[in-house]
């Protein structure tokens, strides 16, 4: 009997992540008729088809289930058996990393961030994406490396999460607006036109809730989905914008900033990765870069 070829469990562990013969070749690089040769391959060494045609795409079937988590698992102990353990020379590293941020963290901590790691490792390369949700697939499957924000419910059990920096959410207007001069009340606060802040399109939250404890109510006059957007909007018109004062340090500047005059609470911006990545020397060491640069006061 002749031995397995051990190559298959790496290609078998795409295979069954994307569910789809094409995605998995350009995830391996190969040509889509060599991954599915290779899948032939990996049917008759495993004695079932693995993966069968039904409506648009491939299912997996019984066997395929039973086997994916063992070998994802396999995949990633023999990652980390192969990965060098001493520290490597940052200077001569070649690799990029994908970081899936919210809406203002690239504004505010990109360019230190940036400038940090090409001064130590100049052939590594940052690549920002935007994070629509909160789901951690892109963690799990591997297209995204670092991923900040705030912990939901989403976020699967065996992430890592390392906390950022603490943040409070604090009012923004432009200069010479009203509300720039003369102190600010929960009164002259809520009587003001408002951008609301939510992906879904609904702005009723944490800071309407404290509102309406003390009998007030916000008029929301549009609604947006991140901080940029808030702050530019409120930038140039007679709006007022309330959001994170340490995401949006650098946005806010040349605009009048002041604390809600309400109890509101706090949130926690995390960093999130996955744990095939915790003892990667260099991934390790980006991690604490970023630590750093958002732990640092502005």
């Known amino acids: 009997m002749s031995k397995p070829d051990f190559n298959l469990l790496l290609t078998l562990d795409v295979l069954l992540a994307e569910g789809n013969v094409a995605r998995a070749a350009e995830r391996l690089r190969l040509s889509p008729s ?43 102990d023999t990652e980390a058996v192969l ?17 899936r941020t919210s809406e203002g963290f690239v504004e505010n901590f990109g360019p230190p961030l940036i400038a940090r790691v090409s001064d130590a490792a100049p052939g590594i390369r940052l690549s920002f994406v935007p994070k629509l949700d909160r789901e951690s697939s892109a963690l799990r499957d591997g297209t995204v490396d670092l991923e900040t924000g705030v912990i939901g419910s989403g976020m699967g059990p065996e992430i890592r999460v390392q906390a950022l920096f603490r943040d409070r959410f604090v009012g923004v207007v432009r200069a010479g607006h009203p509300l720039s001069r003369g102190t600010v009340t929960p009164a002259r606060y809520a009587a003001g036109r408002h951008i609301g802040l939510s992906r879904r399109g609904m702005p009723h939250g944490p800071i309407d809730d404290a509102l309406s404890e003390l009998g007030l109510q916000r008029d929301i006059a549009t609604t947006v989905g991140g901080f940029s957007t808030a702050v ?61 640069v958002c732990g640092q006061p502005r």
Do not use: C, Y
């Open 83 to 99: 990965r060098p353990a001493g520290q490597p020379d940052l200077k001569s590293v070649e690799r990029t990393f994908t970081l």
């Open 34 to 76: 060599a991954m599915s040769r290779a899948l032939a391959r990996l049917r008759e060494t495993t004695g079932d088809p693995l993966l069968v045609r039904a409506s648009r795409g491939l299912v997996p079937t019984p066997r395929a289930l039973e086997l994916r988590e063992t070998v994802s698992q396999l995949v990633q």
């Open 232 to 292: 530019a909007l409120a930038r140039a018109s007679e709006l007022i914008a309330s959001v994170p004062e340490r995401h949006t340090g650098n946005l806010r500047e040349g605009m009048h900033s002041f604390p809600l005059p309400f109890p509101a609470p706090e949130i926690t911006v995390s960093l999130f990765w996955h744990p095939r990545f915790h003892a990667d020397p260099v991934h390790r060491w980006l991690r604490s870069v970023v630590l750093e």
